[in-house]
């Protein structure tokens, strides 16, 4: 259940006009259009971006990047912003990378400001998200030389990048020229492709850094055509469908396990067809982005009822996993202890990642054309009740939940019951990580509602910044934000620039702490639990509101979360973000939410005969 419709409707009239006018660069005099480096590399990445369909470029200030920044800037056929901190700015670049399925470039000054994009790098590596870092550096002669902001910038991100690649600032020959148009076709191919992910192109560049020529002689010099990588479906052959066929038709307990990935409405037609198996149990957490009354949608408080009675009256014979980052902790524990016989992992990514440590085949096929095979004639269905076991014992779990939140007092989870059911259908809802992201994981996914989350690391660095990217680019719809107090003073930097979007909403729920440590075991049997793990505060966002210009509200109790939905929600008098900042009790909210998974386990839960 959403907000009124009248008021949804009155959110999304934005104006496209408007928004341009906030994030693009000023508008510039006719002495500076068309002006392009001097530089040939630079003009050859211009053109090889604008073949490769990069329409996003996201600086962070710096001068040894002056040549990127002429170039680009003032090149009509990109969008370009301005993020200060470099951290923040790659996390915008990884949100825009992820609204607009393509490669967003972030680019930097040489030193230290490179650095500060790993976090980013890092995160878009384990997701596969096309990140396209291009860094200025000093020339390499000066390399540990003792020159002002210069270190060892190649292969700085060698552990966690898909494809690097040092270019020619200025080429001297037909070969220097045809090594970096291959470079850079090679690199943005390997970003693109379905296994990419981040890719890093260090560029020295000697002084002088601000010289330009028309963009039209450029232009004629360097008529380009790219070198593209055709992406082909991996086809079973008839031995290989046989064996799967065998296994299946032989695995009476048969799962799907769901990690994160974008919506995929035909996929979510062929697991709904699956599920009607008695036999499958189809598992998915908000983040899957997949949705029907079949699927068992909320993993944690289902597994708990039957974690300490039946563990192996619910062990699968096959897993299937596909997507991204499971976020439950107990089903990974779960599965690593009462392992299934057989585990198919489907996916192009990391195609021996043995995250239940019982992987046995791994099936580098896009979902929806592996599950066809599953459909074909010849896999039988229906020779268990096992995915109708699963799906009974979800059912009444959701009782208890229901029954459970007409109790419990205010605190974090009542925050949650009551501001989900808020968020607008055919919206964009973001999670920060740690507590915020588990407390969303207990309750039924929300109707045409995309849920995004920074799962690849599971960091809390950058979770704003992310979420502001992707509402940038998803301009037309609105983009709301839960994140916790830690993850919000961590990343307030996101809101320190001059794009932060009107159609972007926080709700902020402030503790007092990093709740997730009240939550998980351990931190608090130590005498440094408050002061080292859970970092117990009184800090407000209020000053940091003031500071960046974003709308503030603040309550303390239900009814002023709810008195204040209506302003929260609408369109900001300033067109700017609003937050709303919800204090709770951090201790409290502890004690609900482990008296919420006894009250909610089902005892003596019926069981079928598989």
């Known amino acids: 259940m959403g907000i009124d419709l009248c008021l949804y409707l009155k959110i999304y009239v934005y104006s496209t006009l408007s928004i341009e006018k906030e994030y693009i660069f000023a508008v510039k005099s006719d002495s500076e259009m068309g002006k392009i480096s001097e530089k040939v590399g630079v003009q050859q990445l211009v053109e090889s971006f604008y073949q490769h369909g990069v329409k996003y470029i996201v600086f962070s200030p710096g001068s040894r990047n002056a040549p990127l920044v002429v170039s680009f800037a003032n090149d009509e056929r990109f969008k370009c912003f301005v993020i200060p901190d470099e951290r923040s700015a790659a996390f915008y670049a990884l949100g825009m990378a992820e609204q607009s399925n393509s490669p967003v470039a972030v680019m930097c000054t040489s030193g230290s400001a490179l650095l500060n994009y790993y976090p980013a790098v890092s995160e878009s590596f384990y997701r596969n998200i096309p990140l396209v870092v291009v860094s200025a550096d000093r020339p390499s002669e000066w390399t540990d030389q003792g020159d002002g902001q210069t270190i060892r910038q190649e292969n700085v991100f060698q552990n966690h990048i898909c494809a690097a690649s040092r270019l020619f600032e200025s080429p001297q020959s037909k070969d220097q020229k045809w090594f970096n148009k291959r470079s850079i076709d090679e690199v943005m191919n390997t970003a693109k492709s379905l296994k990419g992910g981040p890719v890093h192109l260090n560029f020295p560049f000697s002084e002088p850094l601000y010289a330009t020529l028309d963009a039209d002689k450029a232009a004629k010099e360097f008529p380009q055509k790219t070198t593209e990588l055709f992406a082909l479906n991996a086809q079973l052959t008839s031995v290989q469908k046989e064996h799967l066929r065998n296994v299946w038709n032989s695995s009476a307990k048969k799962m799907i396990l769901c990690g994160q990935m974008p919506k995929n409405a035909f996929l979510n037609e062929q697991l709904k067809n699956l599920a009607s198996d008695k036999s499958v149990a189809v598992v998915v957490e908000n983040t899957s982005n997949l949705q029907d009354r079949s699927f068992v949608h909320c993993i944690d408080r289902t597994i708990t009822s039957f974690l300490d009675e039946d563990p192996e009256l619910y062990q699968p014979d096959l897993l299937i996993t596909i997507g991204g980052a499971v976020i439950s902790k107990k089903i990974k524990s779960y599965l690593r202890k009462y392992q299934a016989k057989n585990h198919w992992k489907i996916g192009e990514e990391f195609q021996f990642m043995d995250t239940f440590q019982s992987l046995t085949n791994s099936i580098p096929m896009q979902p929806n054309h592996f599950f066809d095979v599953l459909l074909e004639e010849g896999f039988s269905r229906n020779n268990s009740r096992y995915g109708e076991q699963w799906k009974q014992l979800d059912y009444l779990v959701q009782g208890n939940h229901l029954d459970y939140l007409e109790t419990i007092p205010y605190s974090d989870l009542s925050v949650f019951n009551l501001i989900l059911d808020t968020i607008p259908d055919q919206s964009d809802l973001h999670l920060s990580n740690s507590s915020v992201i588990r407390y969303a994981q207990l309750f039924d996914p929300i109707k045409s509602v995309s849920y995004f989350c920074n799962r690849g690391t599971s960091g809390i660095d950058g979770s704003t ?73 009184n800090f407000s966002a209020q000053s940091i509101c003031e500071a960046f210009n974003v709308n503030y509200y603040a309550a303390n109790s239900m009814e002023e979360i709810d008195n204040q939905l209506d302003a929260f929600y609408a369109i900001q008098s300033n067109d700017r973000p609003a937050v709303i900042e919800i204090f709770t009790d951090g201790e409290l909210s502890s004690k609900v939410l482990a008296d919420y998974f006894e009250k909610t386990k089902v005892k003596n839960a019926p069981v079928l005969e598989l």
Not at 510 to 521: S, Y
């Open 465 to 537: 910044s992310t979420a502001i990217g992707n509402a940038i680019v998803g301009e037309n719809k609105l983009h709301t934000f839960i994140t916790g107090d830690i993850s919000f003073f961590y990343d307030s930097n996101a809101f320190w620039n001059h794009h932060v979007p009107s159609n972007f909403r926080v709700f902020l729920i402030n503790n007092g702490g990093g709740g997730i440590f009240n939550i998980i075991p351990g931190p608090q049997t130590t005498p440094n639990g408050d002061e080292f793990f859970v970092a117990k505060h």
